[in-house]
């Protein structure tokens, strides 16, 4: 399954950006999340195989979750130099998940950068589920 | 949570106690500036940062305060060392992003007409842009020692001269930087990036010397109307950002499972006498040591892509490093208190120290003068160089304003320059611009900062420092 066209709105703030995302269950929320960074970061984001990434990841609640896992896909491209492309997940509770990223190779030149994202930020970071699903709302340091 | 403010003066503004809050907060800024805080949340994060453990004094914030994300962006807050703490995000993710001004021989006349290939071929010879990384590859070995010396290090390479540090804050060398507590992450992004100006509100520029305010003081500092001189904003680049990271994540699980309850989760926290505090601040000394490098390296390219540029020699263009600041850093600094000089842990956010004539920590150079406090502004306005004054050893932890502050968020400055030419707009006032970043002009047009004047206007009158100076921009790349 490779992660659908992510759907999220940009959040102002003065000195950063914020994205909300919302989808109807947990792994997509996660999923999408991933993808509407990458979407804010990277002109057309890249699709396609490569290199397969475990990721394993703890927190105190699902906001913290979300903030590492963020974290987790930001350190792929920033130090690794690889764009997830796709997301299988084994394990995903509100402290903990499993999944295994999909990536390829960053091309300088060929992968233009819109936005560089310092770091996801615990600053009014929230994911909550209501009666239509699950939402999450995170601020980048740009 | 609404902030009643009571204003005190015509530069100062007060954050009464209330609730959680430990002290005070204290706003520096003027009647038309405080209001562009009540659109933003700013305002709460000051009377956050005020409910820290061990905050002591007030919790400050300079004129360009504008909403940031934990602590305020030109925030200053000092904590006891017993009972206080420190906290990555009262930092930033861009340890020691900071600001170094290098004056030159040259005069406007001397540069304007060749300002377009002038600024080409600093584009071309210094890397710019996100991720950018330099001709500079550091083994692990050779990365712990910029972590440990700094500027230092940089200098013994052969950027620079040891003359440098003396106009380097702290000689360029943070005291008490410890690599091995660096995770392989930070390690990593470390080993390509020094020399590299990044992107965002990073920038480099060349400048000539509008109006003299001071002139003894501005003699002191070698600035004469007419001059060109070069400002480079930079910082500690993707080491920083992955230590600052990398601790934050730490001290969330820290206050989770120690209880400590906060108003929001990016003021996480260790008491600075504890072993993560203490680890946090070598960690936070080998980015600092990184950025002082940096610049230090960066000055270096600039003289050398000027030379060649201009067709000039070394002795013509007389290029010398007038002083380096950091406006990101929690430093132990000592400050009075009640009566006592104390120890305290000092948090800038946003905000540059100021040093008053006389203080021991200043190089004999600057002695009579105090330090030289650089404020940037927007890149197509005016910056300002101030030197430290005695009010800010009595009101501000030694802190002075760090730049204009952001009016607009990146999302309204797109906005706002839709069907706009922004390179046009400021080639029309005789600045000439290259960026690497598709966005980047319209993100960083002057119309989303404040009007840096104002707010250097603000520390002026509020004896934190004073005007020496001020400087006109005519070229300017940007990541």
Known sequence: MTIKKPRYELLDHTADMGMAVNSSGLQELFKQAAAAMLDIILENPPKGKGRKIRVSLEGADLTDLMVRWLGEILYMLQGDGLVVTDIEFEHLTSVSLRAVAQTVPFKPGIHIIRHEIKAVTYHQSLVSQDGTGWKTKIIFDM | MDIKLQRLDNCRWLVPKTGAMRVPGLIFSNDELIKMLKSDQSLVQVSNVASLPGIVGHSLAMPDIHWGYGFPIGGVAAFDLEEGIISPGGVGYDINCGCRLMTTLLTDEDVRPRIKETVSALFSDIPTGVGSTGAIRLTKSEEAKVASEGAAWAVKKGF?????????????????????????????????????????????EIQSVEHIYDQDTASAFGLFKGQVTVLIHTGSRGFGHQICDDFLKEMSSYVTTHSIKLPDRQLACAPVKSSLGRRYLAAMACAANYAWANRQILMDRTEEALLKALSISPRELGMRLLYDVCHNIAKIEKHPLEGKTVKLCVHRKGATRSLPAGHPLLPAIYRNWGQPVLIPGDMGTRSYVLAGNEGAATGSFLSACHGAGRLLSRTQAVKMARGRSINRELANKGIYVQSRGRSTLKEEMPDAYKDVSQVVQVVHDAGLARKVALLKPMGVIKG
């Open chain 2, 160 to 204: 620079g001269s040891i003359e440098d540090l003396d106009r380097t804050e702290d000689r360029g060398t943070l005291q008490g930087a410890d690599p091995s507590v660096l995770s392989e992450r930070a390690i990593k992004r470390g080993s390509d990036q020094l020399g590299t100006l990044g992107s965002g509100n990073h920038f480099l």
